[in-house]
């Protein structure tokens, strides 16, 4: 796999990204001085103006464009998922550090009084909360999975999915792009090992098209997860070594460090044995998923292409918005 950019010679790349003497202003707060993104005071959680949107808008339905022939369902999920499900996927052997879990107040009038106390005194009011049956959704496909082996056996043609969410992390940074609340769109196949990998062997053919036509450069690369500790470093070496995750990289903060705007991701029979997910015959389903970053698509764009959106280059306003 290529894993070099190819800048053009005159696009002054070089100059766009960020003075680490911090002489002059990062990209976020670029960003944050144009109304783009909005503070909230908190890392990685910030609102979105209507331009940001506009763009976050027209990516949905070039997506939407691309998979088009594929007729795949349409389903939405909230931002949150059931608890007992969270726990059963797995998530948590794997990145505990990043699941958000949603707590509530549950107490009686006397122990209302003492929270309101805490508050008051700014000492610490959350040992008042108690965990609720729900938590925050980390990638839009988790839900998916439950619902899907709800209904029984795949049908023969296996299952194809179109998902767009909300999704937490919890992983403040001061890079733009590491936000600890964004949009995902997914797409997400189930079936034989043939059917998913096909499906991934398309995406990455469609997703390196769309990136070229917004042109922007782009690396595909093999990838892992962030897997917890140190048995994470045998599963994340083992994700590489059997090429389980790609990521389609386009420079943002950084030329050396690119980021991952799309990913593509074959869970073999993780998933399926998880929820006994089941394909026509009765064997288990494989999985594969295709994640957009919409946020990361969106600042790959402004970084590119400068911050004012009137100004891109025509062939990119055309592939956006016609
Ligand atoms: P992953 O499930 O980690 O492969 O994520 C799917 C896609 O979501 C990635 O390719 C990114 O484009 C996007 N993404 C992941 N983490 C973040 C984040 N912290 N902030 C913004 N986008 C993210
Ligand atoms: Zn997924």
């Not at 990838?223 to 470093?233: K, L, M, Q, T, V």
Request: glycine share 8%; with cysteine.
């Amino acid at each position: 796999m290529d894993s070099t950019f190819s800048l053009p010679a005159d696009s002054g790349a070089a100059e766009i990204f960020d003075d680490a003497s911090g002489a002059v202003p990062s990209f976020l707060d670029r960003l944050f001085d144009q109304g783009l993104l909005v503070r909230t005071g908190i890392d990685g959680l910030y609102g979105r103006s209507g331009a940001f949107e506009s763009v976050v808008d027209a990516l949905e339905r070039l997506i939407s464009r691309l998979g088009a022939t594929d007729s795949a369902e349409v389903m939405r999920f909230p931002p949150a998922m059931s608890r007992p499900a969270f726990e059963r996927s797995g998530y948590l052997k794997g990145f505990p550090n990043l699941a958000g879990t949603v707590h509530s107040f549950c107490g009686n009038e006397a122990e209302h009084a003492e929270l309101l106390a805490c508050v008051e005194a700014r000492n610490d009011w959350t040992g008042h909360q108690q965990a609720t049956d729900i938590v925050l959704t980390p990638a839009a496909c988790y839900p998916l999975y439950p619902a899907a082996a709800a209904r029984g056996r795949l049908p023969a043609e296996g299952g194809l999915f179109d998902l767009q969410s909300y999704c937490f992390r919890r992983e403040p940074s001061l890079e733009p792009t590491r936000m600890q609340l964004f949009r995902m769109r997914e797409f997400v196949r189930m079936g034989s090992p043939e059917q998913v990998l096909a499906f991934r062997e398309s995406w990455l053919a469609r997703g390196s098209e769309m990136i070229r036509s917004l042109a922007l450069p782009l690396a595909i690369d093999v990838a892992n997860d962030p897997f917890f500790g140190r048995a994470g470093r045998m599963l994340a070496n083992n994700q590489r070594q059997q090429n389980l995750k790609f990521e389609l990289n386009v420079p943002v903060n950084s030329v050396e460090k690119p980021t991952a705007c799309l990913s593509f991701n074959y869970h073999q029979d993780h998933f399926g044995t998880t929820w006994d997910l089941r394909q026509a015959d009765g064997s288990v389903a494989h999985t594969a998923c295709v994640g957009f970053g919409l946020e990361r698509i969106t600042l790959a764009l402004l970084r590119h292409h400068g911050l004012d959106l009137a100004a891109w280059p025509d062939s990119v306003r055309t592939t956006l918005w016609g």
